[in-house]
């Protein structure tokens, strides 16, 4: 099967998930993503080498499992770039590059020397994709974030919770994850803007922009109507804007377990009253019912649902077409829903040190260019004398050298 | 010019799939909307303008669909189906998300579609992928995000109260993400093809939320450990410490990562000074060791080493003092000002007139003729200096191209 992005070289200096995370994708379509570490912290500016979660408890900088996760079929290489040497090396790798990528805090890869001015000199038709919390322009151009930062500020923490409570927000970073999907559509987009004009650029992409445009119509219903967020409770487990009702989260028979039921209109409503088959049922015929009683409506489903098992209430109520969702645990969704496993949504990758292990895989399929993951993600220093010498052209003892001297 | 000027895009209204051809048209496309002669469902969902209903008032339908051109067909009927078929003669991408039954039915499979134009992509986006039959169920976002692995990381510390789903479809606008990023790709690798290149791209709701739940997800692969929700921050195995902190005007912050270098506690030393706040904390002396500290800390003697804990807890408590005594905007750019990397939570509307979004552009007022009104849109969430991408229309009114699309060749 071809490749979608094979040609396409990256000299990627992501990290963390909000980085890694875009370049994962452009791996797994074929693209040769070459990720640059720092030999001095042992690669520790992506703060993920090394960390758990470890695979039969085996500790060691190559063996975080969450940093394999986000680096799969990527090469890995070490430069000291506080050495001349180093900075030359760089040099010919960003030349013999399409795409220089990087997450760090602004301003942190030009303080180093290879600002877009000096990426253009080396190459003039360089992308250049930085992403960082609140882009290169702006008041808050020099602070810094990461997920759950991003969520706060751009208004995604305050509207999940319940309420009486504080703000629930997100349980892990979703702005990491969703940074970057962007930085990944940023440089595919500014690839194909090459491969019409030849033209290269810098693409400043702000993690909290992003996040912002994520609120849905709460902004227009600001800006229209002028109604706040701020002023009124926020439970989010119910719909947004008050159309449908019931639609909540309920308690199930066992230990924290839970299910989502929604009804969008009269004809599930029926169905989802038929299941349950009580009298009460029949005092919420009417939208405007369910609407204006939802607390009592809430409290009379919970009843229903708390002395069932989430998965039996699940297939009772999909097999009346009521949309229904259990509450999955990762073990679930991963070893016992069967839509995951026949999606091939878990594929075993092979890493050097810690051996066969699954990952994340992509939640999509091409029938000409579908992506592969079959690498896990780079020891430190594993791919830097193959890059050196097969791409660069320096000779084995010139990298003898280079280590001996403390530039890789 | 923006980058994907001369793409033209066929989108079959949906609610999950209207967010992946906002996006595209937001980098350029021509994106057309085709609904049914009585509207997409859609129109219908609150808010609207003023609060007064109507198919022409949806700001739910503005918001998901500014920037599209929009046309009815009655796919119904055999003439509207080949209206649609000589459509996507002349487009580049069809973008949908109905049932298998009715893509047969509409003789709108892959194989089909690919034989009367071999260079369209064909992106169909469902909650469990094209050949699940469970993807022809009723779903909503609520109940995909339940069974997709979000929910059961978000919540409190008190698990008598039940998991949360934040608000904005954040499930649908997950697998459009993937969408978008997916039509980019597929056009890049045409793009690089002399004839052809056109393919057939299953993308499944689920399976996006699936590998969206950073480390529930690979925790479970690595190691078979299954995280916990907590209070506003991460699930964990392991109860960690509390990172929300409620101000002095009642607005809560996110305190981020606490004070771990001598130069922040200096600047935190010297902001408590500012506020008059050091009489009252006698701790602060252990602030100003911690801006002294020779060479860096061992963070993993915290809890062990007395003098090393007492800095550290220092700097949590004083920031929780600066907390109680200033409003959460003012606690946010102090903070951040000493290097700490802490956010106010914002709610949406308090974000978007934020001065630094409206700095960088956020606000795109859009015309609305039919109502004789100025609308300000979010804009665009990136774009490339040498190809801008724009936000140029409000979201069509029902059929409002028809004339100048259905007479197209």
């Not at chain 1, 963390?16 to 994962?24: H, P």
């Not at chain 2, 194989?111 to 909650?127: D, M, Q």
């Not at chain 2, 499944?204 to 209070?231: F, P």
Request: overall charge negative; aromatic content about 8%.
């Amino acid at each position: 099967m071809p490749s979608a992005l094979a040609g396409y070289r990256i000299c990627d200096f992501t990290g963390q998930l909000a980085g890694a995370g875009a370049t994962k994708w452009l791996a797994a379509f074929g693209a040769e993503v070459i990720r640059i570490e720092d030999p001095v912290r042992q690669g520790r500016w992506d703060i993920l080498r090394g960390n758990p979660p470890y695979k039969d408890e085996r500790r060691g900088i190559d063996m975080g499992g969450a940093f394999n996760n986000h680096n799969t079929d990527k090469l890995g290489i070490t430069l000291n770039l506080k050495t001349d040497k180093a900075k030359d090396i760089l040099r010919k790798l960003i030349a013999a590059s399409d795409v220089v990528s990087e997450n760090f805090a602004a301003g942190v890869l030009e303080k180093w020397g290879f600002g877009y001015d000096a990426l253009r000199e080396i190459r003039p038709d360089i992308i250049y994709v930085s992403n960082c919390g609140f882009g290169h322009v702006g008041p808050y151009s020099r602070f810094k974030t990461w997920g759950p930062i991003v969520q706060a500020i751009s208004g995604l923490t305050h509207t999940s919770g319940l309420p009486g409570q504080p703000p629930a927000g997100w349980g892990y970073s979703y702005m990491d994850h969703t940074g970057g999907y962007y930085m990944a559509m940023a440089i595919l987009a500014a690839l194909l803007h090459r491969q019409r004009t030849g033209e290269g650029q810098w693409v400043d992409l702000a993690c909290t922009d992003a996040a912002l445009t994520l609120n849905g119509p709460a902004l227009l219903d600001w800006t229209v109507n002028g109604r706040r967020v701020r002023s009124r409770d926020v439970y989010s487990n119910r719909d947004q804007f008050s159309s449908m009702a019931p639609h909540n989260i309920y308690r199930c028979a066992g230990d924290d377990e839970w299910v989502a039921i929604a009804c969008r209109d009269d004809t599930q409503w029926t169905a989802l009253a038929e299941c349950i088959g009580e009298p009460w049922t029949e005092a919420f015929t009417s939208v405007h019912t369910r609407l204006e009683k939802q607390d009592e409506l809430d409290q009379l489903l919970s009843n229903w649902t708390q002395t069932r098992h989430k998965f039996d209430i699940e297939s009772m109520l999909r097999s009346r077409q009521v949309p229904v969702g259990a509450v999955q645990k990762p073990a679930e969704r991963i070893e016992r829903d069967p839509t995951t496993a026949n999606f091939g949504l878990w594929p075993m990758v092979t890493h050097s040190a810690i051996g066969d292990v699954r990952v994340d895989g992509q939640p999509v399929h091409f029938s000409v260019t579908d992506w592969q993951q079959k690498r896990g993600a780079a020891c430190l220093s594993e791919h830097t004398r193959s890059v050196l010498t097969d791409l660069l052209g320096y000779t084995g003892d010139e990298v003898d050298t280079f280590y001996a001297e403390g530039v890789l | 010019m923006s980058v994907l000027t001369g793409i033209r895009i066929i989108e079959l209204a949906h609610e999950r799939t209207a967010f992946a051809g906002k996006l595209l048209a937001e980098l350029g496309a021509d994106v057309i909307l085709i609904e049914p002669p009585e509207g997409t469902a859609a129109r219908h969902y609150p808010p609207f303008v003023d609060d007064v209903p109507g198919i022409e008032r949806s700001l739910h339908f503005w918001h998901y669909n500014a920037g599209k051109r929009g046309i009815t067909l009655d796919l119904t009927r055999s003439g509207d189906q080949t209206r649609l078929r000589t459509l996507l003669a002349t487009a580049d991408v069809l973008i949908e998300s109905e049932p298998s039954e009715r893509i047969r039915a509409l003789r709108l499979n892959f194989e089909t579609t690919a034989k009367a134009n071999p260079r369209l992509i064909h992106v169909a986006v469902t909650p469990y992928g094209r050949k699940e039959p469970l993807s022809n169920l009723a779903e909503t976002d609520l109940t995909l995000m339940a069974s997709g692995g979000p929910v059961w990381s978000c919540g409190y510390d008190d698990h008598s109260l039940p998991p949360s789903r934040g608000w904005g479809f954040q499930g649908y606008q997950t697998a459009c993400h993937f969408a978008v990023m997916s039509v980019l790709t597929a056009l890049l690798y045409r793009g690089n093809q002399t004839s052809g290149g056109g393919q057939f791209i299953d993308i499944s709701i689920t399976a996006a939320l699936n590998v969206t739940t950073e480390g529930a997800s690979y925790n479970w692969l690595v190691e078979g450990s299954t995280l916990q929700r907590q209070t506003g921050r991460h699930a964990s195995i392991r109860p960690t410490g509390e990172t929300q902190i409620q101000c002095a005007d009642q607005r809560w912050a996110n305190t981020g990562v606490p004070p771990r270098f001598p130069v922040e506690f200096a600047r935190l030393l010297d902001w408590l000074r500012t506020l008059g706040l050091e009489e009252e904390f006698p701790e602060a002396v252990f602030l100003e060791m911690g801006a002294n500290w020779e060479g860096p800390f061992d963070l993993s003697r915290i809890g062990i080493e007395d003098t090393i804990t007492a800095v550290f807890t220092a700097g949590r408590e004083a920031l929780q003092l600066i907390a109680r005594t200033v409003p959460a905007q003012s606690f946010f750019e102090g903070c951040q000002q000493a290097g700490l990397a802490v956010g106010v939570i914002n709610s949406p509307e308090e974000a978007f007139e934020d001065i630094h979004f409206k700095a960088r552009g956020m606000h795109v007022p859009l015309y609305r003729a039919d109502l004789d009104r100025t609308v300000v849109h979010p804009g665009p969430p990136f774009s490339l200096p040498a190809a801008p991408s724009r936000l140029t229309r409000t979201a069509p009114r029902l059929g409002e191209h028809n004339a100048e699309i259905r007479g197209m060749p």
